[in-house]
Structures are given as structure tokens and as C-alpha cells.
């Protein structure tokens, strides 16, 4: 079945800078958006960055300007890099796909990003 394998969470010093992976596999159809959500304590959940095939990319106003997210189409897989970080980044991140036709929304386990003052 469809699954998204994230990597590059972890604990990092406000001002460092961390990169997140995502790899989708198993879907059937096109792929189209992918992107990243994350949501902290207490708060809903909420688009980072997402990425079309045509290359466009949307952004939080919260990260525009430090982070950057890219695709790989060949590889089904997304990376969000992120720099400057600061404990308000501190969240769970999600990676999201939606498949078309159908537009059907999968969803990642999550990795942890922790940003220490």
C-alpha cells in the first residue's frame, strides 16, 4: 500500500538548519502535490511548503525566506530545508501526498524537529 518514509528530524540549536526527506511509494497514479505540514502543541496542524510538478511552491509566511522546498519526481520524493530555525519551528512535521485521479490525501508518521533557544 501507499507509504511515506520521513528522515532528517531531530534536535537542533536555534539559528542551525536541518533537511527533511520524504519518499513516497506503492501509489498508483500522479502525484501531485507534495508537501510538508507540521503542527506543534496545542496548535492545528499547517501547510509549511508544498510543491507542484510544474515546479511551483507555496509557503507559510512564518518560513518564507528560510526554508526551501524541493522535489525529485523521479524518486517520488520531497526534501524542505530549512534554516535559521528558531523554537517557534519546534513541531511535528508531516509529509503529505495527494494522488490523482481521485485527489485522495496520504500522510506520513511524522518526524519530530526540536529547535532549542
Known amino acids: 500500500q501507499a507509504q511515506l518514509v520521513e528522515s532528517g528530524g531531530g534536535l537542533v540549536q536555534a539559528g542551525g538548519s536541518l533537511r527533511l526527506s520524504c519518499t513516497a511509494s506503492?501509489?498508483?497514479?500522479?502525484?501531485?502535490?507534495m508537501g510538508w505540514y507540521r503542527q506543534a502543541p496545542g496548535k492545528q496542524r499547517e501547510l509549511v511548503a508544498n510543491?507542484?510538478?510544474?515546479?511551483?511552491?507555496n509557503y507559510a509566511d512564518s518560513v518564507q525566506g528560510r526554508f526551501t522546498i524541493t522535489r525529485d519526481m523521479a524518486k517520488n520524493t520531497i526534501y524542505l530545508q530549512m534554516s535559521s530555525l528558531n523554537p517557534e519551528d519546534t513541531a511535528v512535521y508531516y509529509c503529505?501526498?495527494?494522488?490523482?485521479?481521485?485527489?485522495?490525501?496520504?500522510w506520513g508518521q511524522g518526524t519530530q524537529v526540536t529547535v532549542s533557544a
Open positions: 506503492g501509489i498508483t497514479g500522479a502525484i501531485n502535490p
Open positions: 503529505n501526498v495527494i494522488v490523482n485521479p481521485g485527489r485522495y490525501n496520504y
Open positions: 510543491i507542484y510538478s510544474s515546479g511551483f511552491a
